[in-house]
């Protein structure tokens, strides 16, 4: 059975009990939620894509007459300089075509000379009726025949001494030289299909990027529009170990057709590369800027969350310092927050932290974003508190 010395203390046990119950039951307080205030502002409208360096200039060498190879003259894989001699192809019958075109220009010079005589001799003669006129025609005929001659003899000189010049095959540019692929002793020929080697020229270096055309129809409407404006082109690549490239480039133009084959256009940069750091073939990413946002608003990526139909929304400080819920348009980021193009004006608090709190219509109390905790006054005592 209880005793009757237990009462008091079992009715102070149900008390406390109810009073918990009662605090349990009370409405929670107004959450408190952090804002940050809207304005506009320049923002440059950067975007990232894929690219592929290229030589800024390939040259293959290949040989403008035929012979057996018989010098090289270069280090594989070194730098050489435009018109310096990579090969010597024999010259032997190249001089003694040569010294042929020689003897052919001298004997065509000396019947000029006889052949001019002879028609000077014939004018007067033609002139007194000591000889006919058509033996001065003939003689004048001969004498311009046998100039015709020197100038056909001059010519074919001119085209001995230049295949005797390509008897050393020179650099036509100049840059980092490849393997060779003919060795001393080989025979070449000018119509042959396998190029000698190859240069590339290096620095600078071309960067090949991909943009697709609905990228670049979107971009070309907002200028048109007047929303963005362009932005000088300074482009900065991230190498395929994630690495920063240090020196800056900028793009050159972009092509005027669409690739049937990916639905891209090409953008040609130039980048400088005096340490040779980039090669021929590198894939690369490239993040430049096409376009400046005028009057931009950014929002915290934070504060913004979708509904169930995709549509971009988020909590700002109403009237009386209830919540409110707008939906927005924003289509892409920068950086850490949303470029918001519709939905928000200058001067609105989004409210970025303590979300999980706040339902719409629901009274606030807003602080700006990353203010420290309110710090809440302890309770008085169990004592004051009353069932």
């Given amino acids: 059975m209880l005793k009757l010395s237990h009462l008091p203390a079992l009715a102070l046990l149900v008390a406390l009990s109810a009073c918990g119950a009662k605090e349990a039951r009370k409405p929670p307080g ?3 939620v952090g804002y940050v205030v809207m304005a506009t502002q320049t923002v440059p409208l950067e975007i990232e894509l894929a690219g592929r360096t290229t030589a800024y200039e390939t040259s293959e060498v290949r040989p403008q007459v035929a012979g057996v190879i018989k010098a090289r003259k270069f280090v594989e894989g070194s730098i050489v300089h ?12 190249y001089q003694a075509a040569v010294a042929q075109a020689e003897a052919n220009l001298a004997n065509a010079q000396a019947t000029r000379e006889a052949a001019e005589a002879k028609a000077a001799r014939y004018k007067p003669l033609a002139d007194i009726e000591a000889v006919s006129k058509q033996d001065y025609t003939d ?9 015709a001659q020197v100038a056909q003899a001059k010519a074919a000189l001119d085209t001995a001494r230049i295949n005797l010049r390509f008897t050393r095959v020179p650099a036509p540019i100049g ?33 090949d990027i991909q943009q697709s055309s609905a990228e670049l129809v979107a971009l070309r409407r907002e200028l048109s529009s007047g929303d963005a404006t362009r932005s000088p082109a300074v482009v900065r690549l991230t190498l395929e170990d994630g690495s920063q490239y240090a020196l800056p480039g900028r793009v050159q133009f972009a092509e005027a057709v669409v690739n049937e084959n990916t639905g891209t256009v090409t953008l040609r940069a130039t980048f400088p590369n005096p340490q040779g750091l980039l090669l021929p073939g590198m894939y690369v990413r490239a993040r430049f800027s096409q376009a400046t946002a005028q009057n931009a608003i950014l929002a915290p990526q934070q504060g913004v969350s979708r509904d169930p139909r995709g549509n971009a929304t988020v909590f700002l400080v109403g009237p009386g310092d209830k919540a409110v819920l707008r939906t ?16 928000l004006a200058p001067g609105d608090k989004v409210i970025t932290e303590g979300l999980d709190n706040v339902k719409p219509g629901q009274p606030v109390r807003p602080v700006p974003a990353g203010s420290p905790p309110r710090q809440h006054s302890p ?9």
């Fill in 82 to 93: 435009k018109d310096q001699t990579l090969y010597e192809i024999d010259p032997s019958l």
């Fill in 379 to 387: 309770a008085s005592g169990s004592a004051q508190h009353k069932p």
């Fill in 139 to 147: 003689a004048k005929a001969a004498a311009n025949q046998a100039v």
């Fill in 328 to 343: 927005i348009t924003a289509t892409r980021t920068v950086g850490d927050k949303w470029l918001v193009t519709a939905g």
């Fill in 30 to 32: 107004t959450p408190e």
């Fill in 175 to 207: 840059g980092r030289i490849g393997r060779s692929l003919v060795t001393t002793g080989a025979l070449v020929t000018s119509g042959q299909a396998d190029p000698l080697t190859s240069i590339q020229r290096l620095d600078p270096i071309f960067v």
